[in-house]
């Protein structure tokens, strides 16, 4: 059974504290990995795709990379504005396009 | 920068009545979407289209729910009769194309419904 789960459910960091959130999947025949960022009652809002073991893609302070059974998102040095709930997804093995999510993990930066 | 536009944004409703969603893609967008997403989970395919077809509507509870793309365009997507277990945020996206799962799905705000 397709599936992707995420972990930590929730991640408390100080300001400037970096860590990373952790992305498994277990789907057959990977065609991509997308990051989404989500805040409160709003729609996901596209970070990055990611296509093969190695790739790895940068936006101000973040981080995705890709391996053949996990993606990491990098958060380095967060500010506050950084807090939301991080989803990853893969599309369901011979679908057209339903992506399979995880439940994200929640993350919150104090300054 | 486009937009994938949603309405209402807040539905509250009470059960046995009937509720329905409005989507317009980002212009040029031949692929839809319509996601379901429970508090605390991630969003759920309901229903793909491509134009005006039906691509998977295999999620879809098809015995009260209803979702149609007549000009290819615009999307509605309708309860009928509702249930306190339709509480959820109800999510439009849209990509260029499908290609397999790869195109990038770009969502709207979304409409929060509440049964009542």
């Known amino acids: 059974e397709d599936q992707v789960t995420q972990s930590p459910e929730a991640l408390r960091l100080q300001e400037g504290e970096s860590s990373s959130l952790n992305c498994s999947y277990t789907?057959?025949?990977?065609?991509?990995l997308f990051w989404y960022r989500q805040d409160p009652g709003k729609g996901p809002e596209f970070l990055f795709t990611l296509y093969s073991a190695g790739e790895e893609k940068e936006k101000e302070r973040l981080k995705a990379t890709l391996t053949k059974k996990e993606s990491f998102l990098h958060i380095t040095a967060p500010k506050p504005e950084d807090s939301a709930t991080y989803l990853c997804a893969v599309p369901l093995g011979g679908s057209q396009g339903n992506l399979i999510f995880g439940k994200g993990t929640k993350l919150s930066v104090k300054p | 920068e486009a937009e994938v536009a949603q309405s209402p944004r807040y539905k509250i409703t009470e059960k046995s009545q009937a509720v329905a969603f409005w989507c317009d893609p980002i212009s040029g967008h031949a692929t839809l979407y319509w996601y379901r997403q429970i508090l605390g989970q991630g969003p759920e395919l309901l229903v793909q289209f491509q134009d005006e077809s039906v691509v998977d509507d295999s999620q879809l509870p098809k015995d009260r729910f209803s979702a149609e793309r007549l000009k290819g365009v615009d999307s509605t997507l309708k309860i009928q009769p509702a249930e306190l277990g339709d509480s959820a945020m109800y999510l439009c996206?849209?990509?260029?194309?499908?290609?397999?799962?790869?195109?990038?799905?770009?969502f709207g705000p979304g409409t929060r419904l509440l049964v009542l």
């Open positions: 996206a849209s990509s260029r194309g499908a290609s397999g799962g790869l195109e990038t799905q770009y």
């Open positions: 789907v057959s025949g990977l065609r991509g």
